[in-house]
């Protein structure tokens, strides 16, 4: 089955522009309670993942850094320990899986290489899920905790 059938388009993701600062992160983070999001250029593309252990290894590193000089920190400043892989549109689920393993949900391009949107893990285990147990498979909501 091909990946456009489980896409959460770029208009409902929430992402970073990588002209953002690691303060814009980490609030942006916070708010939405995610541990890792997208990073897209100027032009669209999708240039990375940046997680909650990257600004976390930053702040450790950064001798001197408070909350408050976050706001100089530009996102390419961050480095990224992990480099998680975008798929293509035309991929098919199955090629999703070893992805999956590593990353909370797969960034997917088009042809150009613009990021329009991820697949999140869950979908894509819910898919496999059904599949090898031929049943409705129940859909896990996520619930916010307060």
């Known amino acids: 089955m091909n990946v ?13 522009p990588l002209k953002s600062t690691m303060r814009q992160a980490m609030e942006k983070m916070d708010y939405h309670r995610y541990t890792a999001l ?3 250029d100027s032009q669209g593309r999708y240039v990375g993942t940046l997680t909650e252990g990257d600004l976390l290894r930053k702040m450790k590193n950064t001798p001197g850094l408070s ?12 480095p990224r320990r992990l480099n998680d892989k975008p798929v293509h549109i035309n991929a098919q689920i199955e090629d ?6 590593m990353q909370n949900f797969i960034p997917v391009v088009d042809d150009s290489g613009i990021f329009i949107g ?23 909501r996520m619930v916010k905790m307060d």
């Not at 909350?67 to 961050?78: A, D, H, K, Q, S």
């Not at 999703?96 to 393993?101: C, D, K, N, Y």
Request: proline fraction near 7%; charge should be neutral.
């Open 38 to 40: 997208p990073i897209v």
């Open 67 to 78: 909350f408050e000089g976050t706001e100089r920190v530009p996102l390419e400043e961050i």
């Open 4 to 16: 456009a059938f489980f896409l959460l388009p770029k208009k409902d993701v929430v992402y970073l």
């Open 118 to 140: 991820i697949i999140r893990r869950s979908q894509i285990i819910e898919y496999f899920a059904r599949e090898r147990y031929q049943e409705k498979v129940p859909v896990l």
């Open 96 to 101: 999703l899986i070893s992805l999956a393993i």
